[in-house]
């Protein structure tokens, strides 16, 4: 399988499918689990090739350490990517070429579906996502893109950034792939411990714990709920929030005819894990 550093030979390889083909983009940072690897079986089945962008991109890490230790994998993610049935090209840019010698955030106008959760705790984080997404739309040029559910706010953010810069890409969902621990599968998992990896199952089973209890459940026992249920664990919550699916603006009171999410963020000594689940 090829790996495409240079946009000008992967333009050259897509050139081909531009006319009465489909191409479908799966944008990762690597350290590929089998999250990805569904995303990519769906974009396979859904399109004529499918380019997986493999770049840890700098403007999103606002912390510089998760950002020296992000897991980088590539020789393991390509044969990974050789196992799947279909036309999968690998792009792994450099930086510079990537950001054109500029590596810098574009500041984007997200609204609220930046400001809470994520966007909170991360500051610059959406701005460096919509960015690099941006620009890996524009070197690719797909018809179609794949997002795990995961990353909920994340998805949003694609939609939204996609919309502000015109592009004619489709942007499409996928469920979160899961552990048989019910935790959701991440590039991070790989920094946790056999130990860590189990007690780092608090997470979904504190999202199921709201879901059961939502309906008849105060947000606020909920919440007292899920911070004692932390306490209990080697797990570090950073947050629980329920929020409005829609506008992803955090809530403090239900109300009737509007759909909720539930969002953690926690920690796992200093791996920082997240996870999230429609409420109803
Ligand atoms: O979800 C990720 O892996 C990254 O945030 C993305 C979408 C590849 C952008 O760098």
Redesign the pocket.
Known sequence: MEVFTENQTLSAALDPYRISKKIGIV???GALHEGHLSLVRRALNENDCVVV?I?V?PT?FNNEGDLVNYPRTLGKDVALLETLQGTVFVYAPKAKELYNNHIVSRSYNFGSIATEMEGKHRQGHFD??GT??CL?FKAVRPHTSY??EK?FQ?LQI?RKMTAIEKLPVKVIGCSIIREPSMLAMS?RNKRLNAQELQAAAVINKCLRMAAKYFREKSISEINTMVSNCFKQSSLTLEYFEIANEKTLKTVKRKRKGITYRGFIAAFSGEVRLIDNQKLS
């Open positions: 944008p990762t940072m962008s770049f991109n999103q460096g996502v690099v997404v890996l997002f795990g990353d994340q694609v590039s």
